[in-house]
Nanobody, 124 residues
Framework: QVQLVESGGGLAQAGGSLRLSCAAS????????MGWFRQAPGKEREFVAG????????YYADSVKGRFIISRDNAKNTVYLQMNSLKPEDTAVYYCASATVAFATARAVHYNYWGQGTQVTVSS
C-alpha cells in the first residue's frame, strides 16, 4: 500500500516562505516521478511542480516559476516543495502525488497515488 504523507503547511505572510515535505512509502520511491498539485476553494486542482525519478529534471507551472523549488531525497523517500515569495493567491490545499512514469510531468493522469493534502494560507 502506497502512502504519501505531507507536512509543513501553515500560515505565512505575503513575501514569506514555507517548505512542504512529503514522505512516501510502499513502492520503490526512486523509480517514479513525483509532483505537487494544489486546489484553492472553488477552483479545480492544478499542477504546481514535478520532478523526475532521478531528480535531474523539474517542471513548474508558470504561476510559481522562479518562486518555488521542487526537490527530492531518494535516500529518505521524501520530496520537498520550497515556496518563496509567497502570494495570497498561493493559498490552497497542497497535494503530493506519485507518478506512474519516471519523467517529470504536469499531467494529472500520470499520477496514481495522492497524499491527503496540507493547507497553505498566505495572508496579505
Amino acid at each position: 500500500q502506497v502512502q504519501l504523507v505531507e507536512s509543513g503547511g501553515g500560515l505565512a505572510q505575503a513575501g514569506g516562505s514555507l517548505r512542504l515535505s512529503c514522505a512516501a512509502s510502499g513502492r520503490t520511491f526512486s523509480s517514479y516521478a513525483m509532483g505537487w498539485f494544489r486546489q484553492a476553494p472553488g477552483k479545480e486542482r492544478e499542477f504546481v511542480a514535478g520532478i523526475s525519478a532521478t531528480g535531474r529534471n523539474t517542471y513548474y507551472a508558470d504561476s510559481v516559476k522562479g518562486r518555488f523549488i521542487i526537490s527530492r531525497d531518494n535516500a529518505k523517500n521524501t520530496v520537498y516543495l520550497q515556496m518563496n515569495s509567497l502570494k495570497p493567491e498561493d493559498t490552497a490545499v497542497y497535494y503530493c502525488a506519485s507518478a506512474t512514469v519516471a519523467f517529470a510531468t504536469a499531467r494529472a493522469v500520470h499520477y496514481n497515488y495522492w497524499g491527503q493534502g496540507t493547507q497553505v494560507t498566505v495572508s496579505s
